[in-house]
């Protein structure tokens, strides 16, 4: 089966093509027989349009019956072809996955209809038929290098922060305290699109994630990447108990100005976030994992200036 992506001629709102997934040659082979090309009267093709952006993986299932796509816009597209050859009306979508997608793959057998996807941030999951993440694992964050040339470089170095005390593996009295003593150090890391992860300098394991945005990443209106905050400066208190961050919007660089993305030059969104550590216990484990929640955030675009130190006193 031959599969190409092509560009729509039809002009859209905004003024760019859409890419299509299609035009499909079909193969057919027989029992003990060798691979033949189909007459061109016999091949079945579709056009299978939805994407916005550059169509980036394409993967069958084992069994040939649907057909995944992903793009920059980080949205993966699992389309039905036993019905009406992937129309619209058999197509599902998982969306809001904040990267573009690398890679597709389908490995059949016992995996059944899973697929796994790998996105440009360093992470992969497994989704089952149902289009169900079943399974997240994410290595240590960094920026998708399709977004990578937007994004304005920060002026100050990147937060790399101690947390002593900050994974504990014994069990906790109800005053929180740690009954033996053994601890782990670890570091608070900034990652990509206002992302923050806890390492333990051990194992190099990521521990915990933090997002200041708090939202999913949405590429809308013609700009190549998403509209996100960055965290500038940060500082723990408390052994790592509470940890305050300081964050601005970051407009990304356009080589033609967008007037939609006027507006924002006034109001930088900035923000101090307050997080607090807190602890969770799995069951049927003697272990203790540990993540942060924002409990408080304080707008300070109105000061019309940049902070530029962050210190617990």
Same mark, same amino acid.
């Given at each position: 089966?031959?599969? =190409?992506?092509? @560009?729509?001629?039809?002009?859209?709102?905004?003024? =760019?093509?859409?890419?299509?997934?299609?035009?499909?040659?079909?193969?057919?082979?027989?029992?003990?027989?060798?691979?033949?090309?189909?007459?061109?009267?016999?091949?079945?093709?579709?056009?299978?349009? !939805?994407?916005?952006?550059?169509?980036?993986?394409?993967?069958?299932?084992?069994?040939?019956?649907?057909?995944?796509? +992903?793009?920059?816009?980080?949205?993966?597209?699992?389309?039905?072809?036993?019905?009406?050859?992937?129309?619209? @009306?058999?197509?599902?979508?998982?969306?809001?996955?904040?990267?573009?997608?690398?890679?597709?793959?389908?490995?059949?057998?016992?995996?059944?209809?899973?697929?796994?996807?790998? *996105? =440009?941030?360093?992470?992969?999951?497994?989704?089952?038929?149902?289009? $169900? #993440?079943?399974?997240?694992?994410?290595?240590?964050? $960094?920026?998708?290098?399709? !977004?990578?040339?937007?994004?304005?470089? $920060?002026?100050?170095?990147?937060?790399? *922060?101690?947390?002593?005390?900050?994974?504990?593996?014994?069990?906790?009295?109800?005053?929180? $305290?740690?009954?033996?003593?053994?601890?782990?150090?670890?570091?608070?890391?900034?990652?990509?699109?206002?992302?923050?992860?806890?390492?333990?300098?051990?194992?190099?394991?990521?521990?915990?994630?933090?997002?200041?945005?708090?939202?999913?990443?949405?590429?809308?209106?013609?700009?190549?990447?998403? *509209?996100?905050?960055?965290?500038?400066?940060?500082?723990? !208190?408390?052994?790592?108990?509470?940890?305050?961050?300081?964050? =601005?919007?970051?407009?990304?660089?356009?080589?033609?100005?967008?007037?939609? *993305?006027?507006?924002?030059?006034?109001?930088?969104?900035?923000? #101090?976030?307050? !997080?607090?550590?807190?602890?969770?216990?799995?069951? +049927?484990?003697?272990?203790?994992?540990?993540?942060? @929640?924002?409990?408080?955030?304080?707008?300070?675009?109105?000061?019309?200036?940049?902070?530029?130190?962050?210190?617990?006193?």
């Amino acid at each position: 089966m031959h599969v =190409e992506g092509e @560009e729509d001629d039809d002009d859209d709102n905004s003024g =760019e093509g859409e890419p299509a997934v299609g035009h499909f040659r079909a193969i057919n082979k027989n029992c003990n027989s060798e691979w033949r090309l189909l007459h061109p009267k016999h091949v079945r093709r579709s056009g299978m349009h !939805w994407h916005n952006s550059n169509v980036t993986a394409l993967a069958f299932s084992s069994e040939g019956k649907h057909l995944y796509s +992903g793009g920059v816009e980080g949205v993966l597209v699992k389309w039905d072809l036993t019905d009406c050859f992937g129309g619209i @009306e058999n197509r599902r979508f998982l969306s809001m996955l904040n990267s573009p997608i690398q890679e597709i793959s389908s490995p059949g057998g016992d995996s059944g209809d899973c697929a796994v996807v790998l *996105l =440009e941030r360093n992470c992969f999951f497994v989704v089952n038929g149902a289009m $169900q #993440i079943i399974y997240k694992r994410m290595g240590l964050d $960094q920026t998708p290098w399709r !977004w990578r040339a937007f994004t304005v470089p $920060q002026p100050g170095p990147p937060t790399a *922060l101690a947390l002593p005390n900050a994974k504990v593996s014994s069990s906790h009295d109800d005053s929180g $305290q740690n009954n033996d003593g053994n601890t782990s150090a670890s570091l608070l890391l900034s990652g990509a699109l206002g992302g923050l992860q806890v390492v333990d300098t051990t194992s190099a394991k990521v521990l915990s994630s933090m997002d200041v945005n708090q939202r999913h990443y949405v590429v809308c209106d013609g700009v190549p990447s998403p *509209l996100v905050s960055e965290v500038l400066l940060a500082d723990a !208190w408390h052994n790592g108990d509470w940890v305050a961050t300081y964050a =601005e919007l970051q407009l990304p660089r356009l080589l033609v100005p967008r007037p939609n *993305l006027a507006g924002h030059s006034s109001d930088n969104q900035a923000q #101090i976030l307050w !997080w607090r550590r807190v602890h969770r216990r799995d069951q +049927g484990s003697s272990s203790s994992e540990f993540g942060y @929640e924002a409990v408080f955030g304080e707008p300070l675009a109105h000061l019309n200036c940049q902070a530029t130190d962050l210190k617990f006193t």
